[in-house]
């Protein structure tokens, strides 16, 4: 595009500048007069043939800035170039005041430039629209909807007092609109141009309104859906743990209905806002408004803050509160506002140094920053908006450029272009392919039904809505080589870029790129160690309500506050916080128990009476001890079997007592070790049976001493009954009774191998479960019975001639089995795990002990250390003396 035709574009301003700012503070002024300046200049344009025409003033109370370049087919622009639409409320007592924009900024010169760069670089494409020359005519109406739908009607009429209803030139070449950047102006473009059923492709809009396209079936968008950052926005809180948030959001439907549906992300995601505060969207808000909704920021406990809202609300709210009493909060932007930081008064944004921005993606536009420079540089007096931007932003006007050699237009703008300059784009962007998907759809129309022919015709009719369809299906690939395609709902994919506001000690600006959302997979990557945190945070800030419990703690909502604020309460013995839901406590599985941090379960210790332990230790020494004496008695008993006093006491039954004492020693080594199955099947019977022989062999002993005292009185009945035969048929048939009791207790409830994991906690208790303790205790009960009758008949038979009565040994021995196994029944019930086995293990060696050392210690005392008195002759003065003792 050369420098001539650069100098042909059409610029025409018309505005009234008499409206009243209302003071807030010295910030504010520097803001209301940058905007008054702003708003001063009316005057001349030239249009396309270079001819001069006055400016028309409406009578309207409504004006705008308009750029237009004559073609074949024409694409309207309706922007947001100056930044605010300002004006003073109306009581409409008198004439209202104008509407009228203000605050011009390099940003947003940036759109204005990037619409004309995109129509100029296919006017010299020859594989685009070939022998079709494309114009356009481009509206700034800010951020007002009233400028909007005027904008609207001289674009459809084609006059400079619009016609509503009504096009007055046969030859019409409206083909499509560009336009805006906010959505509540949108909305108001979209209810005439889709009446009239002309394509709207819109470059900021993210109001999911637009989706439906029963109502607007001929609106696209070069960006996404405002709610498809809302996955962003949350998984960006959770990443960080921010779960206590607050909300500020203009006061206007799309904004207020986002922030709402935001919020139900958030508490799907348990996050919680500890506020929502809503600002009036105009530029003359009461400052009361503003500044309680600062307070409330300031005695809020959230660090972070989210804004929904867009720059023109932005501008009043940093600019009327006190943003200079706020600290240690950090700001998350949503897409919708795109900060700006090229103002003057930017010391301002201090404050919002360190925040979060969401914004859509950047990407490069070849050639366009050397055109930008090259426009700039020639237009900086033809060009209105530049010669605003230059003269409020760097300082000179045209008659100070002409007195002072300091002010060179070209020194001063080729320095801050050389420090402005972008390498690459976002909004710009946007408005770009905005326009490219325009000249793609008519290509592709032209190839189908000459549009041409129909341009030359004028487009009046059904030619823009045929458009449309073309718009839907179209596919095409751009410079940077990815697919350009619309979505079932008129969109781009959903993809979003996050930055970090950065504000240096000089006051320079940026916002550097920290991370992304990935559409494919709903994710978002953060690059954590680019982020500068600003001057309050000296690393990642926290924002939450209550602190995070402790391991093994579960949360307790507090009354009538939101659920992101608890107290901590210390889970139950074996339960830790369920994963899932941190408000109530589970149990860890049977064989788990949570370890001692209480953050996960681990596995139970498994315990049972071993030989490692000291108490299984100290039993088994002791039965090994005790064997090794019944060894040894035994074996002094075979020596000396010949002995009287051995022979005297029924030598077989006394080999075979020793014998089932050895064994029954033994049986306690089969409840030290890890139960098994067998061991577990076979160890209480084999030792009950055992035992019960031991006692029923004890009986048997006395009833025969008894029995051969008796009989050698003449004529006594139990003379026939003497011999060893009577001996083993008592033993047989006490045994068999026990016999018959263990049989049964096999048969019908054998013990197993069981564990027992509520006793101690954080165990599991490996033991043998008994199966029925009725058996077990009926066991118990038909030895301790035995053992009654062996203690009665060892009383009757204590009158005896004491050589050859064991009445007081056995009685005694007898004594000592009751005592124990009198204590051992309540001490085994009141014990557990291995405990209740060594209680058992005791009682097995104490009863056996018992047994051993009163009936045979005096026995083997006199055939080890007083082996005189082991003789016959010794035998028969014994039994002379006792007999003589009882004659009266």
Not at 798 to 812: G, M
């Amino acid at each position: 595009m050369s420098t001539s035709e650069d100098s042909n574009i059409q610029s025409q301003l018309i505005m009234k500048s008499d409206f009243p700012i209302i003071i807030y503070s010295n910030e504010l002024l520097m803001y209301s007069l940058y905007i008054a300046v702003s708003l001063t200049y009316t005057g001349t344009a030239e249009d396309h043939q270079g001819q001069t025409r006055r400016g028309c003033y409406l009578s309207t109370p409504v004006s705008s800035m308009e750029y237009s370049r004559d073609g074949d087919i024409v694409i309207g622009g309706i922007l947001q170039i100056l930044l605010v639409a300002t004006g003073d409320t109306n009581d409409f007592v008198e004439t209202p005041f104008s509407v009228a924009c203000g605050g011009p900024t390099f940003q947003n010169l940036k759109h204005l430039l990037a619409f004309i760069y995109a129509i100029e670089e296919i006017n010299n494409n020859t594989d685009i629209l070939p022998n079709i020359t494309l114009g356009y005519h481009i509206y700034d109406v800010c951020a007002s909807e009233v400028l909007a739908l005027k904008s609207v009607f001289h674009l459809i009429s084609n006059e400079e007092n619009p016609s509503p209803n009504f096009i007055c030139h046969k030859k019409q070449n409206l083909i499509a609109f560009v336009g805006h950047l906010l959505s509540s102006t949108t909305y108001t473009i979209a209810q005439i141009s889709q009446l009239y059923k002309y394509p709207q492709i819109n470059y900021g809009a993210l109001d999911s309104v637009f989706n439906n396209h029963i109502l607007y079936p001929s609106l696209f968008r070069t960006v996404p859906t405002v709610y498809s950052q809302f996955k962003m926005i949350v998984q960006l809180l959770t990443h960080f743990r921010w779960a206590w948030v607050g909300i500020v959001a203009a006061n206007e439907e799309s904004y207020l209905q986002a922030s709402e549906e935001l919020i139900k992300e958030m508490k799907r995601a348990q996050i919680c806002v500890e506020f929502k505060e809503v600002i009036a969207i105009s530029t003359h808000a009461h400052a009361t408004t503003i500044i309680n909704t600062w307070e409330v920021i300031k005695r809020s406990s959230a660090r972070v803050i989210i804004l929904y809202l867009d720059e023109t609300q932005f501008v009043p709210f940093l600019m009327k509160g006190p943003y200079k009493l706020i600290s240690e909060r950090l700001w998350i932007a949503s897409v919708t506002l795109n900060i700006i930081t090229d103002y003057k008064f930017k010391q301002a944004l201090f404050s919002f140094n360190g925040s979060l921005l969401i914004s859509i993606p950047e990407r490069d536009i070849p050639g366009f920053s050397d055109f930008m420079t090259q426009y700039i540089l020639t237009n900086i007096f033809n060009n209105t908006f530049i010669q605003l931007f230059w003269e409020l932003n760097l300082g000179c006007s045209q008659a100070l450029h002409l007195r002072d050699y300091n002010c060179s237009k070209k020194k001063i703008l080729k320095e801050f272009l050389s420090q402005n300059m972008p390498s690459s784009y976002r909004i710009s962007y946007a408005i770009y392919m905005a326009i490219y998907a325009l000249a793609y759809a008519m290509h592709n129309m032209n190839l189908a039904t000459e549009l041409l022919k129909s341009a030359n015709k004028g487009l009046i009719g059904t030619t823009p809505y045929k458009l449309n369809r073309y718009l839907k299906d179209l596919h095409f690939e751009k410079a940077s080589g990815e697919d350009f395609v619309f979505s079932a709902d008129g969109n781009i994919p959903e993809k979003f870029d996050l930055l970090n506001l950065v504000i240096y000690a000089n006051g320079t600006m940026c916002r550097n790129h920290v991370g992304r959302f990935l559409p494919e997979v709903h994710q978002i990557d953060i690059i954590r160690e680019s982020i500068n945190w600003g001057p309050y945070f000296n690393q990642t800030p926290t924002s939450i309500c209550s602190k995070p419990c402790a391991s093994g703690h579960r949360r307790t909502h507090q009354n009538g506050k939101p659920p992101c604020c608890f107290d901590c309460v210390p889970c139950s013995d074996g339960e830790l916080p369920n994963s899932t839901d941190l408000n109530i406590c589970a149990k860890c599985p049977e064989d788990l128990w949570p370890n001692p941090s209480r953050d996960k379960c681990i596995q139970r210790i498994i315990d049972f009476l071993s030989y490692e332990d000291l108490l299984g230790l100290a039993l088994s020494c002791c039965a090994s001890i005790c064997i090794v004496i019944v060894k040894t008695i035994l074996i002094t008993f075979i020596k000396h079997r010949n002995t009287p006093i051995a022979r005297a006491n029924n030598l077989k039954i006394s080999y075979m007592l020793l014998v089932c004492l050895k064994l029954s020693f033994i049986c306690t080594f089969l409840f030290i070790g890890c139960p098994t199955p067998w061991i577990c099947l076979l160890r209480q019977t084999i030792f009950l049976f055992i035992y019960a022989v031991s006692i029923s062999l004890v009986l048997a002993k006395t009833i025969t001493v008894l029995l051969a005292f008796k009989a050698t009185k003449p004529g006594n009945k139990f003379r026939n009954w003497g011999g060893a035969s009577i001996s083993f048929v008592l033993v047989f048939f006490c045994s068999f009774g026990e016999f018959l009791i263990c049989t049964t207790w096999l048969i019908y409830a054998p013990p197993f191998v069981d564990t027992e994991s509520k006793t101690i906690p954080g165990i599991i208790i490996l033991q043998c479960n008994e199966g029925s303790f009725t058996f077990f205790y009926l066991a118990i009960s038909y030895i301790g019975t035995l053992a009654f009758f062996c203690f009665i008949v060892a009383f009757i038979a204590r009158k005896l001639p004491d050589q050859f009565n064991e009445a007081q040994h056995i009685t005694f021995s007898m004594l000592v089995f009751c005592s124990v196994w009198a204590s051992f029944i309540p001490t085994y019930l009141s014990t557990k795990g291995k405990h209740m086995v060594a209680v058992e293990i005791f009682a097995i060696l104490a009863s056996n002990a018992g047994l051993l050392t009163c009936i045979f210690a005096p026995k083997c005392y006199i055939i080890l250390l007083k082996p005189h008195r082991n003789t016959k002759a010794q035998l028969s003065v014994k039994i002379k003396l006792s007999k003589a003792a009882k004659t009266p």
